[in-house]
């Protein structure tokens, strides 16, 4: 064997833990994000809603672009991207609005350490989604796939996932504020394929079932600026207890690897400002979170509405 060949196989054998990790990982956070994005734009503190008056327009195209971060302290992962949602939806009954989204983006995934990788990451994807306002209640739904390719120096990862949640949320005001409590259930399989070696030998990445279930609340205060701009400041906090198979485990011919890229808990804020005005609405939202294990995540939304 070439001393060329052997030390691609020897990088291979330490490496193969570090791209599931990573690539794992980053498919779990552009999912959620997705599904994040689905939900705030239907929610009752987004523009669609004005206290208990809805104001449903009977379509609305729209348009939000994301960047993110994360971090693990504890495996020396770095993730970050960025990405682009294009969506529309449409009343069909007075009560129910069906839309569909298309998504794309890429990143940089990073593992430092003894095995250090880097992976430039490329994904697409779509979901449908759909909500159902009654007289106190608000319901979201959405299901959602994504394909991701991640190309390492040697070779392909691919993987995707298929995504389904629902959320259920109210509302009050209290205290000049706008009060929108919400519990939410989400599933998530991720699937990983497997890859073949420069040796012909194939990597078995194994496939996560994960579900989640964020409860929270989104406080906002409304006021009307200069030239009839509507403007709503809101903080939404979160906690997201996470069960499943939240390990990606690794095999080959001769060994086993085993390591997490989700935490059984997590906490999550945002804080965002939304502005409409006729026919418009223009939002900027930044969030973080953080897990137990040294996880930190980071993104920055910014979107565009338009109504008719």
Known sequence: MKLSQLSALLLLAVSAPSMALVTTANRYDVSNINQDIIESRLSMSGPLFNGWNVQYKQGDPWLEGFGYTHRISHEDMRNKGAGLILGYDHVIADSFRLGLSINGGAGKLKRTGEDEEK??????????????????VNVIANLGYLYSKDKPDFSHVKGSSINAGIRFETSFVAGGISWVPYYSVRFTHLKNDNYTDIEGDTIHLGDQNIWQFPVGVNAGYEFTCGGGWRTRTMLDL???????????????????????????????GKFGIETTKGQHAFGLTYGAGAAPHGSFKQDLMVNYQFMY
């Open 238 to 268: 979160a906690v997201i207890p996470t069960a499943g198979k939240r390990k990606v485990n690794v095999s080959t011919e001769d060994d086993f690897y085993s390591t997490r890229f989700a935490d059984s808990i997590s906490f999550r």
């Open 119 to 136: 992976l430039d990451s490329h994904w697409g994807g779509a979901n449908l989604y759909s909500t159902w306002k009654g007289q106190r």
